[in-house]
């Protein structure tokens, strides 16, 4: 029997390693977390001519074709257990036992490899490898009752692939984050008495890819504007946060509400890592549906962000 059908999740795995040199693949050899899903995706950008009517064919139909640049994007979706991928969402990391994650204008690359482990009694492998890897936009999210989860949107220089599969690892023993073991601070130290549902962190590094005449291919990346929100549920019991924004009882016709900080806190065990934004203002929805709890949807919009993990 040749190859048969793959399992996802069964028969292949996910890995990544730093490169030196963007777009120049590195061995793979380290878990984002404990995956749940990946999708890529090719784009050839490919125009169809059309032209006024000939002798041969309808006008209506295509004659040519252009074929454009390569996009190769990539998503994937897992449950945290460590926080050593924001090195490559922001940028930077400091530290040994307490790590810090700050934003840098030169954020690494990595190379992914996606490895299809082929059941059968003479399958063929094949290793999807994906150098120049970028981490374009990351979403953080934790809900009632639910492991703190992350989805991370990415672009790749170029895709390949052989039958040659990285070395499997065993995946992250620590344990994963929980919304129970979560806390929001709003500013720092001041807890929430209000009721939190659910809470979501988006950070988006507008990642440009750029291709220039002579190939079809990206030749450099540039992060763009870094960008930050904070959106979190909660069931409505005081006014803190319609004042935070507004500023007052009502908007001033100038100025605007006073900026604050936000420290988001995820443990597990005798770890833990604080995201602590600052300069934060807010918008503000409510949500009254009958016989249930009065809800508002409070959305941030922080200036900067610092993560700080203890391991």
């Known amino acids: ?46 125009t169809i001519k059309r032209g006024f009517m000939g002798t041969a064919t309808t006008a209506r139909e295509g004659v040519d ?14 449950d945290v257990v460590n926080w050593a991928f924001m090195e490559f ?9 307490t790590l810090t994650y700050v934003p840098d204008d030169a954020i690494p690359s990595v190379t992914l490899t996606h490895n299809l482990d082929n059941p059968g009694s003479t399958p063929t492998d094949r290793k999807e490898y994906f150098p120049g890897s970028v981490f374009n936009s990351c979403t953080i999210r934790c809900a009632t009752g639910s492991p703190v989860s992350v989805t991370l949107d990415g672009m790749s220089k170029t895709i390949g692939y052989n039958s040659t599969l990285s070395t499997a690892v065993a995946n992250i023993s620590s344990d994963g984050y929980t919304f129970a073991g979560g806390d929001i ?39 763009k504007e870094l960008a930050y929100e904070v959106r979190f549920t909660l069931k409505y019991i005081n006014d803190d946060f319609l004042n935070k924004a507004l500023g007052a009882a009502s908007p001033t016709a100038t100025g605007g509400p006073t900026s604050t900080s936000i420290t988001l806190k995820f443990t597990s065990g005798s ?38 993990e203890i391991v």
Request: hydrophobic share 35%; aromatic share 8%.
């Open 65 to 78: 074709s252009v074929v454009g640049t390569v996009d190769v994007s990539f998503s994937t979706d897992f």
């Open 271 to 308: 770890r833990d890592c604080e995201f602590r934004f600052t300069n934060v203002q807010f918008d503000w929805t409510q949500n009254a549906a009958k016989t249930n709890p009065l809800i508002e949807d409070i959305t941030g919009y922080p200036q900067n962000l610092t993560v700080v």
């Open 1 to 46: 029997m040749a190859n048969t059908e793959i399992i996802a999740g069964v028969h292949d795995y996910l890995l990544y390693g730093e490169e030196t040199t963007y777009g120049t693949s590195v061995s793979t050899a380290t878990h984002l977390g404990l995956l749940t899903s990946f999708r890529s995706t090719v784009e050839n950008n490919i």
């Open 89 to 97: 969402v922001l940028g930077a990391v400091s530290g040994s036992t």
């Open 185 to 223: 601070e709003v500013p720092d130290a001041s807890s929430i008495s209000n009721i939190i549902d659910s809470i979501e962190i988006s950070i988006n590094n507008n990642w440009e890819m750029l291709k220039g005449c002579g190939s079809r291919l990206t030749q450099r990346v540039l992060p």
